[in-house]
């Protein structure tokens, strides 16, 4: 019944906002809509519908729900009186009324029918109709396009201009041999643009420093056919200057690795390594720890991707805040097929060290709330030569509060990271040629972890690694540690504590695995910086750990040992597929994301190591369960503190939808659905019904809900409400008095 009233009250409010928007419409004056197009006769491709559908202006007001409610506040601050609440929503969403009076048709055919002779077609005929609903004050407009078959390339020429005698003259004619202006493809006034910004591309990377895209025009002729085509004439603009045509060579290159406005006319010492020159008084960056940074050198053609890739490889060390890299032509000397030029790298160094500080409040959805406060030192460049040292700190103490079956626990964390970075890969082999996007990065890092769960258990790590990481191109990035080694060490184990790993073997062989020794790779594709529609994000994670460490054990009671500690022996993998689609400019986004990942115990393991195992549920996984709260299986806790450490498997599979949008200012809002579990590969007698089957899609965990974010230039803080709608043992039923709130910093993917 409470459901029917709910309807009912949401449909009186659409009809209220309706109604109340139509009363404030003048005499005279109806809404515009928005307007539609249908398309007749020859096929046209999205990109050209997108093309013509940009040009239909003004946009109608926004809907949100079926409602105005922007050009509703709009109106209601018209009044004498309109309160506080509407000019502030006035403000913060508010919307001017677009009339029908407001659109000129006429013009918009005209540009509809430049768009489409732009895309090759040019004998397009456009009609339109008005529709108006006077009951209503709305009213929309259609536009019926007759589209005629569009002109077609015939030959491609190369117009000589005087210039066949000079170098240039080959380097267009050989470009030209693998064009995508070949017979047959459509006139495309955006194509032709695109092909001059090619050229320059090429022409650039061959050394023509002077070269610009506004220099080349493209002359369509049509008469010499009777058919629907063209002959595409490619020319040099006469005004062109006379040194766009010559390519220079690197003669000279000066490097300043320290260059600030007071140390500008100082004198300084020079170092010459590969004819390059070091310039810099007091030793800030070792020249030869420098020199695998640049891709530019005496005797190379200019090339501008060279010159990206020699700022980016210097940003890359953190030492410098910026990279300026400058080019001087001297005279043109025509005698001369090369021209000289001299380039100057200015490196503005960053602050040597910085600290930074930060608290946090933390609540969990498993109801711990408490501080957490992290310190970082950094020193850069630490050795002269690009290295950075980090120290990290962190201390955290949370209590559980009432409201939790577990209530009254409570736990305290300590943390200490070091890692020291070196810009180079430190191999017996000298490899870092074999790298032209960026010089990979190697990385030592040392880590100690404490966790006293009061009344339970403390739990001390010990940590080191050893690898590599670096960036093969903008998208895909690489790392890979063939050394990592964990040592773990349970103690003050409380009585209560025993019991639970008592009642559950493969709980305390989790706990028994000590040591975790072998190697880390993980590899990224992302996208999502990109500026583009559909954007795509993939990350694989793999780990094995114990076979190198097997070679050196010996065999103890059964179970093999090294340095008297028992060992883990495990493979794990793990993907992240994730997607945002733009849905418009208005920043809505549909977002998704896909996460399956397994872990195999084998040879001295029957169970992972606890700290490997996988968990389902909370702000960052299936929002409507509580952290740690799902799963394995179809397992259901009796309840108490034991649920806690048993709902962890050695497989995950999640799925998640969500639709974002804008409300207003930095606030944004999102509607989402979850869904995932995790399972055990083996069965456990502890855990009825948490071993993987084909039937795992009936053990899902799913939950809908909805979301405030305030998103402050990318810092976001987020409260997401989600609800129960399947749990994993029991039937579809929708739980909203179940209903989780989840506070979280940061996106959930």
């Not at 990290?392 to 626990?409: C, I, K, V």
Request: hydrophobic residues 35%; glycine residues 8%; proline residues 4%.
């Amino acid at each position: 019944m409470s459901n029917r009233y709910l309807y009912l009250a949401f449909g009186l409010i659409v009809l209220n906002f309706s109604c109340s928007v139509n009363k404030f419409i003048p005499d005279g004056e109806v809404l515009y809509t928005g307007a539609s197009i249908n398309y007749e006769g020859a096929s046209i491709e999205k990109s050209t519908r997108r093309k013509v559908n940009d040009v239909l202006f003004p946009n109608p007001n926004k809907k949100v729900l079926w409602m105005r409610t922007g050009l509703y506040f709009h109106y209601k601050t018209k009044k004498d009186k309109p309160g506080f609440f509407n000019r502030f929503m006035n403000r913060q969403i508010g919307e001017r009324p677009v009339y029908l009076s407001q659109v000129d048709v006429e013009n918009t055919r005209e540009v509809m029918k430049n768009r489409l002779e732009n895309s090759g077609f040019f004998q397009s005929f456009i009609a339109s109709e008005v529709e108006v609903d006077t009951t209503k004050k709305r009213a929309k407009i259609e536009y019926e396009i007759e589209l005629g078959e569009p002109y077609r390339l015939a030959k491609l020429k190369l117009e000589k201009n005087n210039l066949e005698e000079l170098p240039i003259w080959n380097e267009i004619s050989s470009y030209l041999q693998n064009t995508k202006l070949q017979p047959g493809v459509r006139f495309s006034l955006d194509q032709f643009k695109k092909e001059r910004e090619e050229i320059d591309r090429y022409l650039k990377n061959k050394g023509y420093y002077n070269f610009n895209p506004n220099f080349i025009i493209f002359e369509a002729d049509t008469n010499a056919y009777e058919g629907k085509k063209f002959d595409l004439y490619l020319k040099i603009k006469n005004e062109a200057p006379k040194k766009s045509f010559y390519a220079f060579e690197i003669q000279e290159l000066n490097v300043y690795p320290k260059s600030t406005l007071k140390t500008k006319e100082k004198e300084k010492d020079t170092v010459t390594i590969d004819d390059i020159h070091f310039i810099q008084n007091d030793v800030f960056f070792k020249p030869k720890r420098l020199r695998p940074f640049l891709r530019i050198a005496p005797g190379d053609l200019y090339s501008p991707q060279d010159s990206r890739f020699t700022s980016r490889r210097l940003n890359s060390t953190q030492t410098y805040r910026f990279v300026n890299i400058d080019y001087e032509g001297e005279e043109i000397d025509t005698t001369r097929t090369l021209q000289k030029l001299k380039g100057n790298i200015y490196l503005s160094p960053a602050n040597k060290r910085s600290v930074r500080l930060e608290m946090q409040g933390v609540t969990k959805s498993n109801n711990f709330t408490g501080p957490n406060l992290s310190l970082t030192y950094i020193n850069r460049n630490i050795f002269k030569g690009g290295e950075e040292f980090k120290i990290s700190t962190n201390a955290g103490y949370e209590r559980q509060f009432l409201g939790s079956d577990q209530g009254g626990l409570s736990s305290l964390q300590l943390g200490l990271r070091n890692t020291l970075s070196f810009p180079r890969l430190l191999f017996p082999i000298d490899l870092n040629e074999k790298f032209n996007y960026a010089i990979p990065k190697t990385n030592i890092s040392l880590g100690f972890d404490y966790l006293n769960r009061t009344g339970l258990y403390t739990l001390t790590s010990v940590s080191t690694g050893f690898g590599y990481s670096w960036d093969q191109n903008r998208f895909v990035s690489h790392t890979i540690k063939p050394i990592n080694i964990e040592v773990v060490q349970l103690g003050n184990t409380s009585d209560e504590f025993e019991e639970i790993l008592d009642n559950n073997p493969f709980l305390r062989r989790s706990f028994d695995q000590q040591f975790i020794a072998g190697l880390v790779y993980s590899f990224t594709f992302s996208q999502l910086k990109e500026d583009q529609i559909w954007k795509n994000f993939f990350n694989f994670n793999f780990e094995s750990a114990g076979n190198t460490v097997d070679l050196f054990a010996r065999e103890r009671n059964d179970t093999r040992k090294i340095f008297g500690t028992e060992f883990a022996q495990f493979v794990k993998a793990d993907i992240d597929y994730r997607f945002k689609f733009d849905l418009d400019e208005d920043d809505q986004k549909l977002v998704g994301r896909l996460f399956a990942g397994m872990g195999l115990p084998y040879g001295n393991s029957e169970a992972l190591p606890f700290v490997k195992q996988y968990f389902a549920g909370g702000p960052y996984s299936v929002r409507a369960f509580r952290i740690r709260s799902l799963g394995p299986g179809t397992y259901v806790p009796e309840g108490g503190v034991q649920s806690f450490f048993d709902q962890a498997g050695d497989i995950r599979l999640e799925a998640n939808l969500e639709y974002r949008f804008p409300i207003f200012s930095y606030l944004k809002g999102a509607v989402f659905y979850d869904a995932g579990n995790v399972w055990l590969l083996n069965d456990n007698e502890a855990l009825e019904g948490g071993k993987f089957s084909s039937n795992f899609y009936d053990e899902l965990g799913m939950g809908s809900g909805v979301g405030l974010r305030v998103d402050v230039q990318g810092f976001v803080i987020r409260f997401d409400f989600a609800a129960p709608v399947k749990r994993p043992a029991r039937s579809w039923k929708f739980e909203p008095g179940n209903t989780l709130l989840n506070f979280a910093i940061g996106y959930p993917f």
